[in-house]
């Protein structure tokens, strides 16, 4: 399709529950990127994939945070033990080249709330 | 280091009023430079690319390399603009398209 689409849109979980969150990119779009938006300020950059390979992690921390882009599945972006400030939305992203080409598409975000 | 800066968090004015939304980076190489709109309620959409050097929706921005500034222009402001503005850096050197994002300004269109 030509969005990219987030499920789910909103998520709660209890402080040290696990948290998945889904991304489809836009058919062909080559690159994936995953950003972490709390409360409304700046957007921190997490990770991104070419096809199924890690292209960049470095805004990934390093405990508890995974993430995979498989072939014909959604990407996804998991959280073990889930803590407080792990509340934030997250926003999902394709490209179909270079970036400075095309810039970005966005989905409309996952807000996981912990509690 | 990199850094996107938007000094203003909120920027209002009245219909018809000239806007500028400010910009400034930091970054050590050549920048790609972007500008990213947030509807209420809608998802965040791309608006400019400095190296299109297009205007979209009456906004231009110019890329200054002497003060590092991509301030966003429209001369007339629209009620229909009042939206969230993100201003974003990418890399050219070693680019993984990592965005680099400021704080962003609200812009408010009054009537």
């Known amino acids: 399709g030509e969005e990219v689409a987030q499920t789910p849109k909103h998520l709660v979980r209890g402080e040290g529950q696990k948290a998945k969150l889904y991304c489809a990119p836009i058919?062909?779009?080559?690159?994936v990127f995953w950003y972490q938006q709390v409360l409304k300020n700046e957007f921190k950059f997490l990770i991104s994939f070419q096809n199924e390979n890690v292209f960049d992690e470095t805004g990934m921390p390093k405990e508890r945070f995974s993430a995979k882009c498989l072939p014909n599945s959604p990407c996804s972006l998991e959280i073990q033990a889930t803590k407080l400030e792990d509340s934030a939305v997250y926003f999902c992203?394709?490209?179909?080249?270079?970036?400075?080409?095309?810039?970005?598409?966005f989905g409309s975000g996952t807000r996981l709330t912990v509690v | 280091a990199q850094r996107v800066t938007q000094p203003e968090k909120l920027l209002s004015v009245f219909k018809g009023a000239p806007v500028e939304l400010k910009c400034n980076y930091s970054y050590s190489g050549s920048p790609e430079l972007f500008w990213y709109v947030q509807y209420s309620r809608q998802r965040l959409q791309l608006l400019l690319r400095h190296i299109s050097r297009e205007s979209i929706k009456g906004f231009t921005a110019d890329l200054n390399k002497g003060e590092t500034s991509f301030h966003l222009k429209k001369p007339f402001a629209q009620e229909e603009d009042s939206a969230m503005y993100y201003c974003a850096l990418s890399g050219k050197a070693g680019n993984t398209g990592k965005l680099i994002f400021g704080q962003g300004t609200t812009l408010q269109v009054k009537p």
């Open positions: 058919k062909g779009h080559s690159y």
């Open positions: 992203a394709s490209s179909q080249r270079n970036v400075g080409d095309y810039g970005y598409t």
